[in-house]
């Protein structure tokens, strides 16, 4: 189940503070959290993720800097926001945890088949705010409805297995409780590269794609995956 240090302390490290919402919004939020669930089917399956998080565990160092020199090639900003973090404070130990998490989301992309277009500076700050906001007011929660809020939006998320291996991952290095500023812009760093990669449309492979409609003007479409809320 997902934590819900990221929904309660982000903003404010090692504090105890939280916005108060009123009981009428709380309870249309429960209500909402007690409908079903999306069932949207998620490009990075768990499958693929399992494949791609042994690919690189089995990498030695040499195989590591070759695949992170794909991914500087094809997603640089991906790359660039993950070195950025070193500038905010987060030791190069750390640092290795995020730059782990690139490397199997960036495997797991490729074993998927799709063709990823590239993730944007602008798409990278819409999904950072809308991370932000989502964090920002679930403070407010008291903590049984906050790990609903949680739970559905990991539950209904487009990736919602790459989310839970970040989460896992992040959990597995103690990286979940935001003790301090640098570990705060770790975590969010982290959560965005899964809210990035949720808001691509990734074209599938020719044999798996779906039937195409032709406009008028003679442009085939395929069907989109819905934005993420």
Not at 79 to 84: C, F, H, N, V, W
Not at 218 to 229: E, K, N, S, W
Request: include cysteine; charged fraction near 20%; proline fraction near 6%.
């Amino acid at each position: 189940m997902a934590s819900t240090y990221l929904w309660r302390t982000p903003m404010h490290p090692n504090t105890s503070s939280r916005r108060v919402h009123s009981a009428e919004l709380k309870a249309r939020i429960l209500a909402e959290c007690r409908q079903p669930c999306g069932t949207t089917m998620a490009v990075i399956t768990q499958a693929v993720l399992g494949q791609a998080a042994i690919d690189v565990n089995g990498m030695n160092q040499a195989q590591k800097v070759r695949l992170a020199d794909e991914v500087f090639a094809q997603q640089p900003n991906m790359l660039a926001s993950i070195l950025a973090l070193h500038r905010m404070g987060v030791g190069m130990v750390e640092l290795e945890v995020p730059l782990h998490i690139l490397l199997v989301t960036f495997q797991a992309m490729k074993r998927s088949g799709h063709a990823w277009p590239m993730v944007t500076e602008a798409m990278q700050e819409t999904c950072m705010q809308r991370l932000t906001a989502r964090a920002r007011f679930n403070e407010g929660l008291p903590d049984d409805l906050a790990q609903q809020v949680v739970q559905q939006f990991c539950d209904e998320h487009l990736e919602r297995n790459l989310l839970a291996f970040v989460y896992g991952y992040l959990g597995d290095h103690d990286l979940l409780r935001v003790r301090t500023e640098a570990e705060k812009y770790l975590l969010m760093v982290a959560l965005n590269l899964v809210e990035c990669v949720a808001s691509l449309d990734p074209r599938p492979p020719l044999e798996d794609r779906a039937p195409t409609w032709v406009k008028g003007n003679g442009r085939t479409l395929t069907p989109r995956r819905p934005a993420p809320g």
